[in-house]
């Protein structure tokens, strides 16, 4: 897509010292992918750690080692 913005050259000079791309499209680029990657593992560890919560919540009322595992493996089925 092609789009036409206005970059703040001095966070471009500094962005590009982290990386050995040298061309302002390929700086974005990398910079898009990055943020993408970053978002996409905050997304994946928020949805572990909710299911963690809804575990450790289940097990906290369960005694018994037999049930906890069958609780966990429900919950992995989701």
Same mark, same amino acid.
């Given at each position: 897509?092609?789009?036409?913005?206005? =970059?703040?050259?001095?966070?471009?000079?500094?962005?590009? *010292?982290?990386?050995?791309? @040298?061309? *302002? *499209?390929?700086?974005?680029?990398?910079?898009?992918? =990055?943020?993408?990657?970053?978002? @996409?593992?905050?997304?994946?560890?928020?949805?572990?750690?909710?299911?963690?919560?809804?575990? @450790?919540?289940?097990?906290?009322?369960?005694?018994?080692?037999?049930?906890?595992?069958? =609780?966990?493996?429900?919950?992995?089925? @989701?």
């Amino acid at each position: 897509m092609r789009t036409n913005i206005q =970059l703040d050259d001095a966070l471009l000079a500094e962005a590009a *010292k982290y990386t050995a791309t @040298r061309s *302002k *499209k390929g700086l974005v680029h990398e910079a898009l992918s =990055l943020y993408v990657t970053t978002k @996409r593992e905050e997304r994946r560890r928020m949805t572990y750690r909710e299911r963690l919560q809804r575990v @450790r919540a289940k097990t906290s009322k369960v005694r018994g080692c037999g049930d906890a595992h069958e =609780l966990v493996r429900q919950d992995r089925a @989701r």
